[in-house]
């Protein structure tokens, strides 16, 4: 079974609009990981968070994680055509593997 | 992208043919990855490494081998291909001793089994 969940599987928004995409897992986690798909490519890490943060920014891209409910959002701010993508969320348990979610396919129209 | 390249990109092949995929590395990184990506299911670990002949078993590792005979190749052998191992296969690399936990991804091979 994945340990993480994604929600929505499938997002459309206009230009502009913000976009946010959740994360839920079972276990616990040492941290978080978000990955952007382009079609036909391989995925590109977007951002890391570790299990004692709460919160991190990195451009347009906000990341929250709430290990209590154990779960995490993603928000990519004023979006743009070219965040068109599949978004991943991958967590990294001590194991030391990542273990990743179905994904979140997002459509952003001009 | 990560100097991540893979071998073939595509391959069509026949059910009981052995398959090999190639992932090269130019980065030296400790860790290689292989995952297979299929509708529905995300990404799953079918082996990792650890270092030259240092190998462990992923999620879905029944039907498949690999070796790492130097630090830059990492290989994936189908021994006895099936239709159910037509997917997507993306080799990854890490290298947690320096520089956190992320991991950076090939390009994919598309793998189609008749």
């Known amino acids: 079974s994945q340990q993480g969940e994604e929600d929505p599987q499938a997002l459309s928004i206009q230009e502009g609009e913000n976009a946010t995409m959740n994360c839920s897992y079972k276990?616990?986690?040492?941290?978080l990981q978000w990955y952007r798909q382009n079609s036909g490519r391989g995925l590109v890490h977007l951002i890391l968070?570790?299990?004692?943060?709460r919160e991190k920014h990195s451009g347009r891209l906000r990341v929250t994680l709430d290990t209590s409910k154990k779960s995490s959002s993603l928000l990519i701010t004023a979006s743009r055509a070219a965040d068109t993508a599949s978004y991943f969320c991958?967590?990294?348990?001590?194991?030391?593997?990542?273990?990743f979610g179905q994904g979140t396919t997002l459509q952003v129209k001009p | 992208d990560a100097g991540i390249t893979q071998s073939p990109r595509h391959k069509v092949t026949e059910t009981g043919t052995p398959v090999t995929l190639r992932c090269h590395q130019t980065?030296?990184?400790?860790?290689m990855y292989w995952y297979r990506q299929d509708p529905g299911h995300g990404l799953r670990l079918i082996h990792y490494?650890?270092?030259?002949?240092?190998?462990d078993k992923g999620e879905v590792s029944d039907g498949y081998s690999v070796s790492r005979s130097k630090t830059e190749d990492f290989l994936l052998t189908l021994e006895s291909a099936t239709s159910s191992q037509t997917s997507v296969y993306f080799c990854?690399?890490?290298?947690?001793?320096?520089?956190?936990?992320?991991?950076?991804f090939g390009p994919g091979t598309r793998l189609l089994v008749l």
């Open positions: 990854a690399i890490s290298d947690p001793s320096g520089r956190g936990e992320t991991q950076y």
């Open positions: 276990t616990s986690i040492n941290n």
């Open positions: 968070i570790r299990s004692n943060e």
């Open positions: 991958a967590t990294e348990t001590n194991t030391g593997k990542l273990i």
């Open positions: 980065e030296n990184h400790r860790y």
């Open positions: 490494s650890y270092g030259v002949k240092d190998t």
